[in-house]
């Protein structure tokens, strides 16, 4: 699937899109992708800042919801929790 005209980055073992983790403090759900990579992948970055890169990263962001989700989650968690009070 292609998201704002960008093709998104699938490596070979397709590490970034199947080991997606969570992790949950408090009131707080933390997802990330244990890659050292996944940052960068998903914020992109310019070689001027890191001069390791080889070229201009675009942000190809791989996790998080957007909008429409965001809604979809939120009613989802609201209609569990009218039925568990």
Do not use: C
């Not at 933390?30 to 310019?46: D, E, I, K, L, T």
């Not at 962001?61 to 009218?82: C, H, Q, W």
Request: no cysteine.
């Amino acid at each position: 699937a292609a998201a704002m005209g960008k093709k998104p980055l699938l490596g070979l073992g397709k590490s970034l899109s199947t080991q997606i983790y969570y992790h949950v403090e408090g009131d707080t759900l933390f997802v990330g992708s244990p890659q050292v990579y996944a940052a960068m992948q998903h914020f992109g970055g310019q070689r001027s800042r890191y001069p390791s890169l080889w070229g201009d990263i675009p942000a190809r962001p791989f996790v998080g919801l957007s909008g429409a989700d965001e809604k979809t989650v939120v009613s989802i968690m609201a209609n569990y929790l009218r039925g568990t009070l």
